[in-house]
């Protein structure tokens, strides 16, 4: 296939993407609406509540007490370990549709024809296919729905699908609509092999953000709930788990995305000096990359002191979610900087440069 | 600092920052040491240190939305020119050296200076916890975070060396006493979590070195030319606060050829794709000559400083021949892009030894001439010079260079105050090779052909490789510290009621428990045969 055809693929499989993801969007609501999972999020508060039972009897420590708390959460564990809430082989044993699992499948298909968009767009360009914004966020959509399915099975988070999917379809969405840009070479600076370094980092960052952030807004929704009475079992919000698991899942996530959105700022640093002679110089993107991390280790920070744990970290959290966007979108289009490859053809810069007296 | 979790249970927690619970009370009747003292903790407490990277970070924000001197003086001018009013007033305020501004080194050395408050003690600490034996076994061990216990036909004793082998092989380190085995590992975690924040104020330092020995300069240099590197050669030069000429690397760089390459076809039509600077360099003036393939990206390392290609124009060659027939002039002038599209130029050539008279040009250039739509005007429809065209339009009288005032290269100040005048039927277009003779025998200009021109930035930073240490140390810190917990596990073991061994075990573990401590329980349980199954884990949490 010659470049033009494989260009073409790729804007098809977007659309291809678009529409399995926005269908996914649909069943994981479903999901979440009427699905298996208001019954499993039953049962789940009801392993819950023996779970605090049997701490309080493990609290009060006697002797005797050791046997029977063993029994009562070895058997828990034993339900605890059986992976609830991915697609097991004896699912819709309870009758009615599994919304869930066909979620999953068509997001996997989605995953699978974004991953698509993004090889046939590097093999039509012969180069890293993330040369422009249209191309960045392709791929950050694409690491954030990575990295939402790694999640929802290892962590069990597919009540996140919804959101993720809403975040996806969004950023495609805009994408598509104002940052299109037509397969072609990309401008001589980016010509590096640090972009598959420098870049890669920073979308894997990003796209992991998307789901901590995700996770945290939901954790935030239902603190807040929770703080004005118990949320009734047919609650939207009674269906994803505890704050409290929402709150170290984000963590977690976090934690998983910090120290490469660090490593990615370096490896700017380092491609920057050999790029513009430089390895820091307060270029717009670089500041606002500077102040993503800084919200972020603030949100770490403040998360293990007493005082600022729970909603106060959730929302430093969502400050630094926020400054992470505009990171993209404000600086890439509202100031004038070095990163400005919004640009649909970006000149090389020319500096002016004087010079005193006699001539040249 | 970046401990994921604070304490756990009773048993005492690393030093930690203090929560501003503990912050301490203010002092009442204390004196100046007491007050020093108490100012130094409220600055080293994670409060403090949370607002002043809040601080830090807000502080940042307006370096990005007003332009900057350091990065481009000529957008400041515009803004104060734009600003008569607000223009001063942020001026004052800094804003517009922003990262070179006391306020914003006062934020960021409160900053460090809070984080090293914290940071250094603790490594001291950490040192001493290394060396240390585990701490002794908690009373009731089935009050931790996890514990488990069962019983078994073996003696306590058996059961205890059992546990301190099966924890050695885990590679915890191991403490024996009173009936008890006490174990931990994990160190590396903090360990990193400080080498983290070490890193951070290493990195600092590296930037401040670089700031002060270094030098940065920038040079625009015409094919053919050559370029040696000393203070006078440059156009623009900024030294750091330490820096002596002495230090400069004594080289010489000539350009031979520039080539740039741009995309033909499709809708991507005239984007560069590449630039490529043919250059020759020697080391010093008796060094031998070497080549190099000068590109972005692909800087040229030479005596510990580092030339970059930046940018890149047009040099159009021009020979002036004076009203006697004499050459007065034979160059190439560089000109300065109007339009980053597809490069239509200007410049002006100064012929200060034209004789009787002192003659000055101001030219454009399109690259690619072609007719505008409307058929009235000249464009350039490309930025490579296919069909290089220019027009060049005449002057007479006093150039002001005489007068010591240094002008740019690129300007005719004193066209402004009459000195300059045009020349009446003086101006033309010229194709390479064509010549111009000027009215009333003023002499003749000819446009010999087209040369390009590179800008190039040299600079020497010796903080360069301390700051990659330090941040290549901190990703590892970082990294390493939320990878690694310090974990603890305790095993007792005791005659029971019946005859047989109780065992306990419990374990503490910073952060979410690990699975590793089930594992630990099930090999000592079942490491023989008679162990029974061990009862699992009691008030765990994930």
Redesign the interface.
């Known amino acids: 296939m010659d470049s033009a055809s494989l260009a073409n693929l790729s804007d098809k499989l977007m659309l291809t993407t678009v529409v399995l993801y926005i269908v996914a969007l649909v069943a994981y609501a479903a999901d979440l609406g009427f699905g298996r999972g208001r019954r499993r999020a039953e049962t789940a508060e009801a392993r819950e509540e023996a779970r605090r039972e ?2 309080v009897l ?2 009060a ?1 006697g002797g005797d007490a ?2 029977t ?3 009562t ?2 058997a828990t ?1 034993t339900t605890d370990d059986a992976p609830a809430d991915v697609p097991a082989g004896t699912a819709g044993e309870e009758g009615g549709r599994d919304w869930g699992r066909l979620a999953v499948l068509l997001n996997l298909f989605g995953w699978a024809a974004n991953l698509g968009v993004i090889v046939t767009r590097g093999m039509a360009v012969h180069r890293w296919p993330w040369g422009n914004m249209y191309e960045f966020l392709t791929a950050i959509s694409f690491a954030a729905v990575t990295a939402f399915l790694i999640v929802a099975f290892r962590y069990k988070a597919r009540f996140l699908g919804a959101f993720v999917m809403a975040a996806a379809v969004i950023a495609l969405g805009i994408d598509n609509i104002w940052l299109y840009n ?1 397969a ?2 990309v ?3 980016l ?2 092999y ?1 972009i598959a370094i420098h870049v890669t980092a920073a979308i894997i960052a990003t796209g992991a953000f998307t789901v901590a952030g995700a996770t945290t807004i939901l954790y935030v929704l239902k603190s807040r709930r929770e703080a004005r009475g118990p949320i009734p079992a047919d609650a939207l919000l009674a269906r994803v788990p505890s704050t409290e ?1 929402l709150d ?1 899942l984000a ?1 977690r996530v976090t ?2 995305a ?2 490469i959105w ?2 990615a700022i ?1 490896m700017g ?3 920057a ?12 993107k670089e ?2 990359s ?2 993503t991390w ?2 972020y ?2 949100y ?9 744990k729970g909603r106060r970290a959730a929302l430093l959290s969502l400050v630094a979610f926020a ?1 992470l966007i505009f990171n993209f979108f404000g ?1 890439n289009y509202m ?3 070095k990163h400005s490859y919004a640009a ?17 | 600092m970046t401990d994921t979790q604070g304490t756990e249970s009773a048993t005492e927690a690393p030093a930690e920052r203090r929560a501003p619970g503990d912050a301490p009370a203010r002092p009442r009747g204390l004196g100046p040491l007491g007050w020093l003292r108490w100012g130094w903790r409220q600055l080293t407490t994670m409060r403090t240190a949370l607002v002043l990277l809040f601080l830090v970070a807000v502080g940042a924000v307006p370096g990005s939305i007003l332009p900057q001197r350091g990065e481009a003086p000529e957008r400041v001018e515009q803004y104060l020119q734009d600003h008569r009013t607000a223009g001063p007033f942020l001026d004052k305020l800094k804003m517009f050296d922003v990262f070179a501004s006391p306020w914003f080194a006062a934020i960021y050395i409160l900053l460090f200076v809070s984080l090293a408050g914290c940071v250094i003690p603790r490594a001291a600490k950490h040192l001493q916890a290394m060396r240390a034996r585990p701490p002794a076994a908690p009373r009731n061990l089935e009050r931790l975070p996890q514990a488990a216990s069962f019983e078994t036909g073996r003696t306590p004793d058996e059961v205890l060396a059992e546990a301190r082998k099966v924890l050695k092989r885990r590679r915890f380190r191991v403490d024996a006493a009173d009936g008890a085995v006490a174990a931990e590992k994990g160190y590396l975690g903090e360990t990193g979590n400080l080498v983290f924040h070490l890193a951070l104020l290493g990195l600092l330092f590296a930037l401040g070195l670089g700031n002060s020995f270094g030098y940065r300069g920038n040079v625009l240099l015409s094919e053919g030319k050559t370029f040696a590197n000393s203070l006078s050669n440059y156009d623009q030069f900024k030294p750091g606060r330490q820096f002596d000429t002495d230090e400069m690397a004594p080289f010489t760089l000539t350009l031979d050829k520039f080539k740039a390459e741009y995309e033909t076809k499709g809708d991507k039509r005239g984007q560069a794709t590449d630039f490529s600077a043919r250059v020759r360099f020697k080391d010093d003036p008796s060094a031998k000559e070497r080549p190099y393939d000068l590109k972005i990206n692909h800087p040229l390392k030479v005596g510990g400083a580092k030339v970059y290609l930046l940018g890149h124009g047009y040099a159009p060659k021009f020979t002036v021949r004076d009203a006697k027939g004499n050459i007065a002039f034979q160059d190439s002038v560089p000109f300065l892009a109007m339009e980053p599209q597809n490069l239509t130029s200007e410049g002006v050539i100064k012929v200060p030894d034209a004789d009787p008279e002192q003659l000055a040009f101001y030219a454009i250039l399109w690259p690619t001439a072609v007719a505008s739509d409307d058929g009235k005007q000249i464009v350039s429809a490309f930025p490579a010079a296919l069909r290089p065209v220019l027009t060049i339009s005449t002057f007479t009288g006093d150039i002001g260079l005489d007068s010591g005032v240094p002008q740019s290269v690129y300007q005719l100040p004193a066209l402004k105050d009459g000195r300059l005048k045009p020349l009446p039927g003086g101006s033309k277009l010229l194709e390479p090779g064509e010549s111009f003779t000027l009215p009333g025998g003023k002499g003749t200009v000819t446009f010999d052909g087209l040369d390009e021109w590179i800008s190039l930035s040299v600079n020497d930073d010796p903080g360069r490789v301390p700051a990659l240490v330090a941040a290549v140390l901190a990703v590892f810190g970082v990294a390493t510290s939320f990878l690694v917990r310090r974990r603890r596990v305790w095993v007792r073991a005791g005659a029971g009621e019946d005859g047989r061994t109780v065992v306990r075990v419990g374990g503490l573990t910073l952060g979410n428990p690990t699975a590793e401590f089930d594992e630990i329980t099930a090999a000592l349980s079942g490491a023989r045969p008679g162990g029974e199954e061990p009862a699992p884990a009691t008030g765990k949490k994930e």
């Open positions: 049997s701490r493990a609290g420590g050791v046997d708390t063993g029994t959460d070895g564990g037509s072609g070479p401008m001589p600076a010509n590096s640090w698991q170290r963590l934690m998983f910090f120290p660090t490593a370096i640093a380092i491609w000096d050999d790029a513009w002679g430089r390895y820091w110089g307060w270029d717009p500041i606002w500077f102040v800084i919200a280790a603030a770490l920070h403040a998360r293990s002191t007493a005082g600022w400054c600086v100031f004038k900087g649909p053809a970006p000149a090389p810069v020319v500096r002016t440069v004087e010079r005193s007296g006699g001539s040249a």
